[in-house]
């Protein structure tokens, strides 16, 4: 196993990441971001932003794209699709199959990922109408009846993209009112495909092959129904990427990283940004202005350690 020295070493290549990256570099650290899969992070998937600053419209593809192009400029170095082994954070070594990764610092951008529903049939019918992204699998439903479990941001946007192709397009909430933001709500409300079921949890998905019907209970009443469905979309909520290293630092009680302004953790010279952290909002763009705090006072960290060690 080929051993890699860095003053820095990111785990996570999304937008939190890939700033981190690029502030970093520009910081004269040595740079690396490790991660499990391609580079760009959950935005990749995202058809369209339209609240990323600067750009009206934006493909998530295409800015995560930007942001790597970034990153080249400045040297850091990529080490996607890895392996990893072990992730000590005190010791600040990472393992993966390939190489064993020395930092002096490291700066945890491993993201978050969607909740899952925790009911029958959801394991087993996932790829076969059960999906986690309406961007990736959207066009299988055309002409299909689908439906999106949630009432936040994710859940109404997802729910309107599928009306792309779906004929119906039911978004069942818990509550009898969204947590959208009001234009997102505005838009959806106006949309002829897309059908509300309130005070509404999902409490089996059935079918044979595929998904063909999820049952329903009213939170209120407690009445049991049926609702016939080609599929569904979940978007109940993050959970964050934290089964490599959990319990080696401060988390709160759903397992994500608790920080101070500076992005610092509970174990000094660790630092963590984006959607893994404790955090009131999870966007792209505070993910990138996460990433930019966190890799400026890492730099600062690496340069107290070296000023100390002159004494």
Request: aromatic share 10%; net charge negative.
């Amino acid at each position: 196993m080929e051993q890699l020295n860095f003053d820095t070493v990111i785990l996570g290549g999304g937008p939190a990441g890939l700033s981190a990256a690029i502030y970093a570099a520009r910081g004269a650290v040595s740079t690396a971001i490790v991660d499990v899969n391609m580079l760009g992070g959950q935005p990749s998937n995202y058809l369209e932003l339209e609240n990323y600053p600067g750009f009206q419209i934006v493909g998530g593809y295409d800015l995560m794209e930007k942001f790597e192009e970034h990153a080249d400029k400045f040297g850091v170095k990529k080490f996607p699709m890895q392996e990893i082994e072990s992730v000590d954070l005190q010791s600040k070594i990472i393992k993966t199959k390939e190489y064993e990764f020395v930092a002096k610092t490291i700066i945890i951008a491993t993201g978050a990922q969607p909740m899952k529903l925790g009911v029958p049939g959801e394991k087993e019918f996932v790829g076969r109408g059960v999906s986690y992204c309406a961007v990736c699998d959207g066009a299988f439903y055309k002409n299909k009846v689908v439906a999106v479990v949630g009432g936040g941001n994710a859940a109404v946007e997802e729910a309107m993209y599928l009306t792309k192709f779906a004929d119906k397009v039911y978004v069942i909430h818990r509550r009898n009112e969204l947590r959208a933001d009001k234009i997102v709500q505005e838009r959806a409300f106006k949309n002829e495909k897309i059908e509300f079921v309130w005070d509404s949890v999902v409490k089996e998905i059935k079918g044979e092959n595929l998904v063909t019907t999820l049952v329903l209970e009213n939170v209120k009443t407690k009445n049991v129904s049926n609702l016939q469905v080609n599929g569904v979309f979940p978007y109940i909520g993050m959970s964050p990427n934290v089964e490599m290293f959990s319990g080696q630092l401060q988390q709160d009680a759903r397992g994500f990283i608790v920080t101070d302004d500076t992005m610092a953790t509970s174990l000094e010279g660790v630092f963590a940004v984006g959607d893994v952290r404790t955090t009131p909002l999870r966007q792209v763009v505070t993910a990138a202005a996460d990433g930019a705090v966190g890799a400026v006072y890492a730099v600062k960290y690496l340069e107290t350690v070296k000023e100390a060690q002159k004494i």
